[in-house]
């Protein structure tokens, strides 16, 4: 199971952490995450996604 959390912040930052590990933020980009960058870059540590047939 994930835990999924949305936290206001400041400045228009927009950041993803995944493990306590920052795997995407757009002050550093100077972007948002284009479509499925963000599944991209989790995949690595969440695996495999899940067949739910």
């Known amino acids: 199971m994930i835990d999924v959390s ?3 912040g400041s400045k228009g930052r ?3 952490t995944l493990d306590d590990r920052l795997i995407f933020s757009k ?3 100077g972007r948002f995450p284009k479509p499925g960058e ?3 870059l989790a995949a690595p540590a969440l695996g495999p ?3 739910w047939r």
């Open 6 to 8: 949305l936290r206001s």
């Open 49 to 51: 996604p899940i067949d």
């Open 14 to 16: 927009f950041e993803v």
């Open 38 to 40: 963000i599944r991209e």
């Open 27 to 29: 002050a550093k980009l």
